[in-house]
Each structure stands twice: as C-alpha cells, then as structure tokens.
C-alpha cells in the first residue's frame, strides 16, 4: 500500500476516480486492517469498489462470494476493462479453461477471485484453495449479496448457509459481507450465520438522491402520458407490469408507436430471455417492457426511467426496481401509475396463496404499498421511513414536494369517525365502521345494534370512498392504528383522543384526480 501517498491517490490509479462515495474510505480503511465487516448500501451505492480496492493494496487473492454468473461476468470484464487482473470460476467454464485460470491464480497473477458460493464449498475446491492460500496467500472474502444467508432476505439460498465454513477453515481471514438489503432481522441474519467476529458495521441511508419518484392516477390518457414520457427519456427505459399479458400487449402497442422495444418475461424461453436483455445493456433496444422477474442480476448504470405501469406489490420490492433507474447517479425519474383496479388484481393474486401466515404479510405489505400511492407527504419519507430511517421530508426531487397538493381541514370528519370507531369498542375494521356512519342497515350493523349508536349515519353526506380515504391518512398520519393480526381491527392512540378533544386538527390533501381516476380498459 505504500506506494500510493493517499488512499484517493490509489483510488485514481485503479479506478479513475477523483473521490469516494460516502462510507467508501471508511469501509476501506477497515478493510485494511483486516476486520470483519457488515456492508449495507442500496443499490448502486458502490459497494463493489469495498472490497476491491483493498484487494489492489492487499497481499494475495481475494475471494468473491457471487451468487449469480450474469454478475460475475459483468463485474469482472469491468474489472479487466480497467487492467485489474480479476478472473471468475463458474460453471460455464469447460475442464481445460477452468484448469488454465487455476494456473494463473496459482501464479499469483490474480487478485480478485469470482466465485459462486456451491463451487466454493465443493470437496475439489477447497483443497484448491488450501494451495493457492500456501504458495500466494488468500487475502480475505468478500461475500456478496449476503442477504441470501437468511430466511428473512428476499433470496433465500441455502447454500449460502454453509459459507461459515471459510470461518472454520481460514479463522484468521477477514471476510466482508455486502448487501443491498436493509432490514434489521436480516443483518443479525447475517452476523450470526456467517459468524461475523466483532465485525465493522456501515449502513449507508437508503436515500438515492438523484431518483425523483411520483406517482401519477391511471386513466385512458395514461398511455399517451408515458409514450411520451419515453420519447423524452433520452435513455434506457424499463417498463414494469404485473402479468405476461399486460407485458405483450403493452410491448406491442409500443413498437406500433415506432419506438424501440423488447419483452420480458417468465414465457419466454430462456434464449429469448437472455438475447433481450443482452440488447437492452446494449443499447439496441432502448425500452424493456417486463414482469418483475426482470432485473435481478442486471448492472446497466444508464437507466433514465423506471415506470411501474401497475401497481407494484410490496414497497421494498418497489424500491429495488425503481432502484434499477440511475445508478450510474445521473438523474432519473420513477413514475407509478396508479388505479384502484390494480388493487384488486394484486388481492386476488394473493387470496391464490395456500399459506394464512404469507397471505397476510402479503396483505400488510399491500396496505403500505397502497398508502404510499396515495400518500400526500414527500415520497423518500414514507419510502425510507419503511426501512427505519427518518428523513425529514422537503425532498424537492418528488412530486409531492415538487407540487405540494392543496390541503383542506377534515377535523369535523375525522371526529366522527374516530367516535365511531370508540363507539364500536375498536373491534371493527374500516368497512364496518364506514357502514355504521352511512347508516347502513346490513346484518352485521344491525346484529351489533350499532344502528342504536349515536354516531350512526352522521356521514351521508360524504361516499363511502371519501371515508377510506379519511381512514386510510388517519392510519397513515399516525392518528389510528390498524391491527396486524390479519384482521385490520382498527384502534385508538392517544392522537386519537387529541382529535377527538379538539385538540389536534387533521388535515387531508385531496388528490383531485382521486374521483376522476378510472383504470383504461384495454
Ligand atoms: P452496488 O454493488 O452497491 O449496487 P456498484 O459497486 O455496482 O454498486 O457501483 C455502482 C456504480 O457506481 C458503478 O457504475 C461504479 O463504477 C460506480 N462507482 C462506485 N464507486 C464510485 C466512486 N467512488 N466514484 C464514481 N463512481 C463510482
Ligand atoms: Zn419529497
């Protein structure tokens, strides 16, 4: 390392940076001193450069733990691009080109080392790894998308279990984990699984600041709205839709409209798949138009629109598509396209699931979802506040801060509603509470005699959608509280009984298109 005055100056001469991304220096310097280590960064954050650059400095091979080969290969021709001398060992080898790069590391003529985790583990290669740790010493792992260790990640691999055998085998190697995943379960996950030693924790706030995000109603213009959008996109464009169907009708209105575009998606065969996509990092086809299985493993750093034409899911995997837009940190722009009908589509896919516990976390995530979508306050505090991370709003690069929708005082009605939901002993969920203040004469309202209630029908004057919507900013606001056991009982908190006492006043920033919003039929 001495050769280099500063770590800025090696950082120049490997990678042809002038400086670090935040964390980086730090996550370097640690490295170094050959600690054990726990990376979170989103995507895109540049956690790859973390374990790189100390492989440079370092004596020896350092070994990448990669669990997909499209991202081994990606990383290590981008690594040879720059004349780092980095090399991958996977099953898309044959015998004789496995054995020539064995030689060359060996030979001590590799620093980085590409690995997939099943490989690594094998009873050939750990004697292999034994050797090269002999003759040219291994100069720590590097475990990459580490979330796979855990149940509680979105990519659950097995195999990755077994990796704390490096920790038996080579106790005196530091190993880093990386990963882009953010909650909490999943990086003590990591740290117990992989036997991390008193390990150097960085966590990089999810906050991607040249992505603007908005969220626009679906209607019969939105089409038009986003052939536009991509015209004026001035680069790659990725497409998100939730069905196979959607993903072909849309691709082809799109290449009628002359622009240029591919499908993506699981009925594909698998040389489609990969021949599609391989154009996209190209750039001979500027829009992919795909079902979410698209993008897992994908480095394009060029992406300058990311639109959910449907709903998506769950806010986390929202926030890793949408993620896929501007990694290269030039601006990009992220857009959902919102109905109540694509509600409905998603609740029907999840009352499909055999399983009561993963249907109701798939309905709790709905919920968030959907409360983002129709959320008034600024997009990157409901986004990061999911993942435990307070942002203080005023972000300017979302559409709610960008134009600010006007607010009204609902005070009165959320009075009513709120002494409704006492009045009915905080057993009920919204629906129930909506029909007691319409008056409605259903069995349920009257086996309960809530028709005997005082707060029973004082909200004619207002529809049963404008009611959700109070109920839903209440729940959102912090003002109400809906049970999590699947049934969404909702309950009083002491804001609760603020607004009730006059105390509090709440207000409602009503999305003039929320009564227009009619979902195109196609
Ligand atoms: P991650 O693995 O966290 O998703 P990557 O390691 O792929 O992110 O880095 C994302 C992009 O940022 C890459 O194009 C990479 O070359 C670039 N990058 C990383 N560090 C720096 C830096 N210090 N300066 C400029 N660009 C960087
Ligand atoms: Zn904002």
């Known amino acids: ?24 220096k730090q996550i370097v310097q640690q490295a170094l001193q050959n600690q054990d280590s726990l990376i979170v960064m989103p995507t895109g954050g540049g956690k790859s450069l973390c374990f790189q650059l100390p492989a440079m400095l370092k004596k020896g091979v350092t070994v990448v733990v990669s669990p997909l080969i499209s991202l081994m290969q ?3 021709e981008a690594l040879r691009n720059n004349g780092i001398s980095a090399t991958f060992l996977n099953s898309s080898l044959n015998g004789w080109q496995v054995r020539h790069r064995e030689e060359s590391i060996r030979n001590g003529h590799t620093k980085l080392l590409y690995v997939a985790p099943e490989r690594l583990l094998s009873e050939k290669f750990l004697p292999f790894l034994d050797l090269v740790h002999h003759q040219v010493g291994i100069a720590g ?9 855990s149940e509680w990640g979105h990519d659950f691999r097995p195999e990755y279990r077994q990796l704390k055998l490096l920790r038996k085998r080579y106790p005196d190697l530091p190993v880093m984990a990386l990963t882009a995943t953010a909650t909490e379960r999943v990086r003590q996950d990591i740290i117990q699984q992989l036997h991390l030693q008193d390990p150097f924790i960085h966590i990089a706030s999810f906050n991607r600041h040249n992505l603007y995000y908005e969220v626009r109603p679906k209607a019969k213009s939105s089409y038009t709205e986003l052939l536009l959008q991509i015209r004026q996109a001035k680069g790659a464009v990725i497409v998100y839709c939730l069905s196979r169907k959607s ?3 849309l691709t082809l209105r799109l290449q009628r409209d002359g622009i240029n575009v591919l499908p993506y998606h699981a009925g594909l065969s698998d040389e489609e798949r990969s021949t599609n996509q391989t154009r996209f990092i190209r750039d001979d086809v500027q829009v992919i138009v795909a079902t979410i299985a698209f993008g897992m493993g994908i480095n394009k750093p060029d992406v300058r629109l990311v639109v959910h034409y449907d709903l998506p899911r769950n806010i ?9 837009a ?3 940190g030039e601006p990009a722009h992220c857009t959902i396209y919102f109905s109540y009908g694509d509600i409905k589509k998603i609740e029907w896919a999840i009352d499909q699931k055999s399983d009561e516990q993963e249907q109701m976390i798939a309905r709790q995530q709905l919920r968030r979802m959907i409360d983002y979508a129709e959320g008034t306050d600024c997009r990157r505090t409901i986004q990061l506040s999911y993942f435990g991370e307070y942002f203080a709003g005023n972000c300017g690069k979302c559409d709610n801060c960008a134009n600010p929708k006007p607010v009204e005082d609902w005070s009165i009605e959320a009075m009513k509603f709120l002494s409704c939901v006492a009045r009915c002993k905080e057993r009920f969920g919204m629906n129930h509470i909506i029909d007691v203040l319409r008056g409605s004469k259903g069995q349920k309202v009257l086996q309960n005699k809530h028709n005997e209630l005082s707060t029973y029908g004082i909200g004619k004057d207002k529809t049963a959608d404008d009611w959700k919507f109070l109920g839903r900013s209440l729940i959102h606001q912090g003002i109400l509280e809906q049970s ?6 909702l309950k009083l908190n002491p804001l609760s009984w603020e607004v009730m006492r006059r105390q509090r006043q709440v207000f409602l920033a009503i999305p003039t298109q929320k009564k227009e919003t009619q979902e195109e039929k196609n």
Do not use: N, W
């Not at 986390?316 to 896929?324: H, K, P």
């Not at 999590?484 to 009982?489: C, E, L, P, Q, S």
């Open 74 to 76: 990606d990383q290590v």
């Open 1 to 24: 390392m001495s050769q280099f005055p500063t770590l800025e100056k090696a950082l120049k001469h490997y990678f042809g940076y002038d400086s670090f991304r935040p964390g980086q």
């Open 141 to 149: 792992f590097a475990i990459d998308e580490a979330h796979c260790v």
């Open 326 to 328: 501007g990694r290269d």
């Open 316 to 324: 986390e995997s929202y926030y890793q598509e949408a993620g896929r």
């Open 247 to 249: 993903v072909d009708d």
């Open 484 to 489: 999590t056991d699947g049934y969404a009982i």
